[in-house]
C-alpha cells in the first residue's frame, strides 16, 4: 500500500481567467466579483461545492459562496470601496441612483462603520457565509 502525499488533496474544479474592466471574473455561467486593484489581470479561479476562490499569483483576492444559477453576478460592495471613496455621492445623488431611493435594510456608504449602501436595483441582499454581502441579479 503507497503512502498519502504529503499535502491534501484539494477537491475542486481549477480554471484560469481575467478580470473584467468591471472587476469581475468569469466562472462557469456567473461572475464572481475582486478588488478592484486587481482589474484586468490574469487569475486563478477554484469552484468548489459550496465556495468559488479567486487568486491572483500565490494570494486569495476573492471568496464567494457558489451559485448554480446561471448568468448572476455575486459580488462583494467591499471590492468597490476604493471607487466609492473617489465618487462619495455617486450612489445616493443624482441621476439613476438616486431616483431609485434608498435601498432598504442596506447600511449608509458613508457610515462610520465603513459599511455601503448600495441602490435597490441592485436585487436581493443577503448576509454571505464567508462575511460579505452577496447580490444576486
Known amino acids: 500500500m503507497s503512502e498519502l502525499p504529503p499535502a491534501p488533496f484539494d ?5 484560469t481567467g481575467q ?3 468591471q472587476s469581475l471574473v468569469r466562472y462557469q455561467t456567473n461572475n464572481y466579483s475582486v478588488p478592484v486593484a486587481y482589474g484586468p489581470r490574469d487569475v486563478w479561479v477554484r469552484g468548489y461545492v459550496d465556495q468559488v476562490v479567486i487568486g491572483c499569483g500565490g494570494e486569495i483576492i476573492a471568496r464567494h459562496p457558489r451559485c448554480y444559477d446561471r448568468e448572476n ?3 462583494d460592495p467591499v471590492h468597490y470601496l476604493p471607487l466609492i471613496e ?6 445616493g445623488s443624482g441621476g439613476a441612483a438616486g431616483r431609485m431611493g434608498p435601498a ?5 456608504p458613508a457610515a462610520a462603520d465603513g459599511s455601503v449602501r448600495l441602490p435597490a436595483a441592485f436585487g436581493i441582499c443577503h ?5 460579505s454581502y452577496s447580490i444576486l441579479l
Open 104 to 108: 432598504r435594510g442596506v447600511p449608509n
Open 86 to 91: 473617489q465618487k462619495i455621492g455617486a450612489l
Open 127 to 131: 448576509f454571505g457565509r464567508f462575511g
Open 73 to 75: 453576478m455575486i459580488f
Open 11 to 15: 477537491a475542486c474544479e481549477q480554471a
Open 19 to 21: 478580470v473584467s474592466s
